[in-house]
């Protein structure tokens, strides 16, 4: 049998974490409201008092403003060149193909390729054999039927003289006559055989027919030449003086054509493709005698000398052409002049050192200058560096001239380090850059 022997259970109480006391739960917010409170004090203090850097212009009510330090130039008056920019292709004056005028083998070039070449200088032989010998049948026939006008010559007075004396018929005279005629027409024929031949034996000469330069030869020595070949023997173009054709639109025709007809010198500068090297400087010589329908314009024609042959035949140029220049105008420098909502302004220094908007016309560019048309007069002073920090109204101060030198040297020099850094090159400022543009 089975024995249970019943022991009385202990009962535990169960293990609980005591809650919080409601003073520690009180005093942990009472600390962090502290600390926001800190926080929120201490980014309003230095919001309030703390110093601003130099030259920050402060919007809120009560803020003080230090004086901007701007780059300042006065109005004055020069000259404004009038250029128009256009595309232009470099034109030989003179291109002359050289081909053959008669049948035969070729025989000697007399010309290196490149060469440059004057007028009837010897350029290539053909073969004068064949032309020597008709030349040689040509004179014999013509010494024969010469001799043959002699003899009936010399019987026609003969005969006139026996006519005379009614020994001979009449007939027989006319009859000798006409001999005599058809005698002298052959002889002319014969002639002009003879001088056909000449002409042929010369051709077998070939010369140049100006002086310029000589390209690639196009044929070589012991070909067989032909007067229907499509292919010359070289070809020939003149390289001094050289011409340059470009084309303006015509709205810019009445101011161009008047000062041409009158003689005026108007200078044509020709610049590499990249429109920065300066190659040629020549002037206009002549214009078209109508207007391109298709493009709306005139096709002109410069001259250069072109000593050093730095303009190419079918070289493509950027032509400047200087059309006047106009004396004595108000202008303004161009950082000066800005766009934006009064339209075309610039900020004018009063003399409180303070600066006010000022808008103005402007009309051309040229050389770092703009031509002022309206709202600016000599004397007056404008801000040239440091207008993205100004205001209407905002208080100014202009560097003693040495330190405005200095930093305006600085710059540049960093500037033209920077360009010959990018470029891997020396940096240098190609001439005749500045150029007459309308301001859009």
């Known amino acids: 049998m ?7 259970e202990i009962e535990h109480p169960p293990l609980t974490r005591a809650p919080p006391t409601q003073r520690s739960r009180l005093r942990r917010v ?7 409170a800190l926080a929120l004090a201490g980014a309003w203090f230095y919001a309030h008092h703390a110093p601003r850097p130099a030259g920050h212009a402060g919007h809120g009510h009560g803020a003080f403003t230090a004086p901007q330090p701007v780059g300042a130039a006065t109005i004055g008056t020069g000259n404004i060149r009038i250029i128009l920019n256009e595309l232009g292709t470099v034109t030989s004056l003179d291109t002359v193909t050289v081909y053959t005028q008669i049948n035969g083998q070729l025989m000697d070039v007399g010309f ?3 060469q440059v070449v004057k007028k009837g200088q010897f350029l290539a032989q053909i073969d004068p054999r064949p032309y020597q010998a008709a030349l040689d049948q040509a004179e014999g026939t013509l010494a024969h039927d010469q001799g043959l006008l002699e003899q009936a010559k010399a019987d026609l007075k003969r005969y006139q003289t026996l ?19 058809q005698y002298t027409g052959t002889v002319a024929a014969d002639q002009g055989a003879v001088e056909n031949d000449k002409l042929n034996l010369a051709y077998c000469h070939i010369v140049s027919p100006i002086t310029g330069q000589v390209g690639l030869r196009l044929i070589d020595p012991g070909n067989y030449v032909q007067t229907s070949s499509s292919t010359g023997i070289a ?3 003149q390289m001094q003086p050289i011409s340059v054709l470009f084309s303006v639109p015509q709205q810019e025709v009445p101011d161009i054509i008047p000062r041409l007809r009158s003689g005026a010198l108007m200078p044509v500068y020709a610049y590499d493709q990249s429109n920065t090297k300066l190659l040629a400087t020549g002037k206009l010589a002549t214009v078209d005698n109508q207007i391109n329908t298709t493009t709306g314009t005139l096709q002109m024609r410069a001259l250069f000398d072109n000593p050093d042959e730095r303009l190419y035949p079918n070289e493509f140029v950027n032509a400047r052409l200087l059309v006047n220049t106009l004396q004595n105008v108000v202008r303004v420098p161009v950082p000066a002049v800005l766009i934006g909502a009064p339209g ?4 004018v220094i009063n003399a409180n050192n303070t600066v006010s908007v000022r808008p103005i016309k402007v009309g051309l560019t040229d050389d770092g200058y703009e031509q002022v048309l309206s709202g600016l007069k000599p004397g007056e002073r404008v801000v040239t560096d440091g207008t993205d920090r100004l205001s209407d109204g905002a208080k100014v101060t202009i560097p003693a001239p040495a330190a405005t030198q200095a930093a305006a040297a600085g710059s540049e020099a960093g500037s033209k380090a920077g360009s ?3 470029a891997g090159q020396p940096a240098h400022a190609a001439p005749g850059q500045g150029q007459s543009q309308h301001r859009p």
């Not at 009472?30 to 926001?36: S, T």
């Not at 005379?164 to 005599?180: C, E, G, N």
């Not at 075309?344 to 900020?347: A, D, E, I, L, S």
């Open 420 to 422: 010959a850094t990018q």
């Open 344 to 347: 075309t302004y610039v900020y």
């Open 2 to 8: 089975d024995e249970r022997v019943d022991r009385p």
């Open 30 to 36: 009472v600390w962090l409201g502290l600390v926001v």
């Open 163 to 181: 006519g005379r004396q009614d020994s001979i018929a009449q007939q027989q005279v006319q009859d000798q006559k006409y001999l005599v005629d």
């Open 235 to 237: 070809v020939v173009a």
């Open 112 to 114: 290196k390729e490149g």
